[in-house]
């Protein structure tokens, strides 16, 4: 299976990620979630190996709890991956990555 299907993007977004070097996971309307974490702790752990920064805000205790376990089965753990609680929060990090409020 190539990198490509892996990651769960098109060959196009993959693209446009590698060239901001930055991406957003926003959980904040989420109200259920079918995925296997291991799936995306692994894909979003590739793309911070190449240099891009994740950040994501899952403002809801379910949500953040499901985005410290990916985090922790991706082995996210540094500085290209933060989890926060507001989109601000997130955003700010991703535009100003010495910003280091992150939760």
């Not at 109200?31 to 894909?43: H, I, K, P, S, T």
């Not at 899952?58 to 926060?84: D, I, K, S, Y």
């Amino acid at each position: 299976m190539s990198w490509k299907h892996r990651s769960g993007f098109l060959p196009e977004e993959l693209a446009e990620v590698l060239r901001l070097g930055a991406m957003l996971y926003d959980y904040t309307d989420v109200e259920r979630l079918a995925f296997d974490a291991w799936a995306v702790g692994d894909a979003a752990r590739r793309l911070a190996e190449r240099g891009v920064r994740i950040a994501a805000c899952a403002p809801r205790a379910e949500w953040f709890g499901v985005g410290r376990q990916a985090a922790q089965m991706g082995n996210l753990e540094g500085p290209n991956f933060r989890l926060f609680r507001t989109r601000g929060e997130a955003v700010a990090w991703l535009i100003h990555p010495e910003w280091s409020a992150a939760k």
